[in-house]
């Protein structure tokens, strides 16, 4: 991995104004470019790259350089000018060989994405797979013209799903933004009363807190999950217990914004599955052989995660899965905390 900083520097070039995105889409479909381009992307709201930049470079090799695109405009921008399914976007990486033109076939110029937003070491041996094996050989010309229209067929299903699921995000975005809005008016509107009568000012909750957030983990959850997914994972039946929303607040504001997503994956079965997140029992006590914690009035069980993946003292989610499959999700707190409201 390159450790001179002077060198980092020169050889992650971030793509960081229109102009930028320009130049790399005229490198990108440059007919005389024999070296490949290799670009990374962040996740959704999010301002550094998914997969680690210094293991792409130590892959890449010296003198090669990558670039980073952060997800939003410039990746929009920069799919707009690429040949169609050629984009990269949300955290994922892309290598581009030589001989991208309108005809190129996507699937030559490989794509590392990782469906579960998770971005380790899994997405870093793909990418590394990928440029130890080159570009392909020249394309195999297909002589079954049925076969090449299905194919075609569902490449262009495959892209209205994510654009539907896109507008669907964007949809969704927007009307949390109106009821931002409607709670702003409502908290003016009760300071103002509160002036005329001269009343002391008391901390409420936001009069929608439950309904944002679950928004935001069904918007989650559609980011996480494509097209047939959404039905083999859907969400469990859950609700928020009393504290969960109380505890969550007072987490860091860097922390916060991660909660939605550990819950989407805890909600649609994902989260067991990634061992970073160290989804295991709450015991009732922290022995190995202890007991996992039973609600005794709905033998409802307690399990606990961490926000963030593969991170020592990171904060963790307790929540209780009941017996009929509803889970509820109890509270979000510091990583030495073992209680569990109930």
């Known amino acids: 991995m390159p450790h001179d900083p002077d060198e980092r520097a020169e050889r992650l070039v971030e793509v960081a104004d229109p102009a930028a995105v320009e130049a790399l889409a005229r490198l990108i479909l440059d007919p005389a470019r024999e070296v490949p381009v290799v670009a990374l992307t962040s996740r959704r709201r999010e301002r550094e790259p998914a997969i680690d930049p210094d293991e792409v470079l130590a892959i890449v090799g010296p003198g090669m350089v990558v670039h ?65 094996q080159g570009p392909p050989a020249a394309e195999r010309t297909v002589d079954d013209a049925e076969l090449v229209l299905v194919r075609e067929e569902r ?38 009363a509160r002036a005329e009568r001269q009343e002391p000012e008391r901390d409420e909750p936001p009069p ?27 969400l469990a039946r859950y609700r928020l217990g009393p504290e969960f929303l109380t505890t969550a607040g007072g987490l860091s504001a860097e922390v916060r914004p991660r909660i939605p997503w550990v819950c989407a994956l805890v909600l649609s079965g994902r989260a067991h599955e990634l061992g970073g997140l160290e989804v295991h029992r709450l015991r009732t006590a922290t022995g190995g052989d202890a007991p996992q914690r039973t609600r005794r009035r709905d033998g409802a069980k307690a399990w606990r995660a961490a926000v963030k993946q593969s991170t020592p003292g990171a904060p963790r989610i307790h929540w209780w899965a009941l017996p009929d499959g509803t889970v509820e999700l109890a509270s979000a707190d510091h990583h030495d905390r073992f209680d569990i409201p109930e």
């Open 155 to 192: 490449d262009h299903l495959r892209e209205r799903s994510e654009r539907l699921a896109a507008e669907v995000r964007t949809l969704m975005e927007q009307l949390a933004e109106t009821r931002r809005r409607a709670e702003d008016a409502e908290r003016r509107a009760r300071e103002a």
């Open 208 to 234: 929608d807190a439950d309904a944002d957030f679950r928004l935001q983990v069904l918007r989650e959850w559609l980011s996480i999950h494509r097209g047939g997914e959404r039905d083999e994972r859907p």
């Open 68 to 132: 980073y695109v952060p997800d939003g405009p410039f990746t929009r921008r920069l799919e707009e000018l690429l040949p169609r399914r050629m984009h990269v976007f949300g955290g994922a990486a892309r290598i581009w060989w030589p001989g991208v033109g309108a005809d190129a076939d996507p699937r030559a110029h490989p794509l590392v994405q990782d469906r579960y937003g998770v971005y380790g070491s899994q997405a870093v041996r793909e990418l590394r797979e990928h440029w130890a």
